[in-house]
């Protein structure tokens, strides 16, 4: 074990306040796995936090998961029309972004991070409809590829030296972020990531995404269309314009994630049209 990676180790282990999810989160996933939960009980867990419950609203109205025209007014109107999961899922989104809201004076750009795993979770979400035979599940995938990233906020907040060396020899060296932490530290965010993830007890699907987002021929098998959508989306919002900066930092998407999907040219550009539109919902989520 490299030094530089047992003291990041050792000073996560010994760090007392190490996030974790409010209480309204582990009240609504309990809920959520309840199969005698009603309605009313998931709503009176989130109007316990307000500030939740408006920005579950103000999601389930944007034009991500309401018709144009078509509006909701109160939570047990939400709930109906997206179901219990997806609810679940907008309310941990809200919570993880509130837990890493303040901003970085440094290189990494905690706005711009959140802008780029945003768009990711849309373009994953679009490519589905884009791949033959997709059975992977929308919900899922939604977290998954929203939260694939959040090694790099735990690296920004906790190990904050450590991870801007990693970030500018990344930059210098022209290669991805996740070979210079490696080199430079001896482990990567993903590896970070994914033990947060599993001190949350976040779905199977968003810890694996999490863990090999960067190389999904790494992951379980049955977990891989998942995966593999999260990689893909991650290339193209690195590299198409979607005004996130991305520090020039270098992407690269995975080849057989390409060819087991069968997606085309002509189908990536139909996504990130189709998620343009829709750009309204990041600048909400992010308000």
Known sequence: MSNKRYDILFKLKNIQDLPTLPVVMTRLSEAVNDTNC??????????????????????????????VGVSVSNLQEAIVRLGFTEIKNIALSTAVFDMFSRESMRLFNRKEFWKHSIFTSLVAVELCDYVSG?????DELHIASLLHGIGKIIMDTYITDYFETALKFAIDANMPLIEAEGMVLGITHCELGAMVAINWNLPETAINAISFYD?????????????????????IVSTQDFGVNSLGLKVKADKESWDSLGLSADDVFSVVNEVKRKSDIVSMMLD
């Open 38 to 67: 009603s309605i009313n009980v998931i709503v009176d867990i989130l109007n316990s936090d307000p500030a939740i419950a408006s920005k579950v609203l103000k999601t389930v109205n944007s034009t991500l998961f309401s018709p």
């Open 215 to 235: 190389n999904p021929s790494s992951c379980p098998v049955d977990q891989q269309p998942v995966i593999r959508l999260v990689n893909l989306a991650e290339y």
């Open 134 to 138: 997709c059975k992977v599940k929308r």
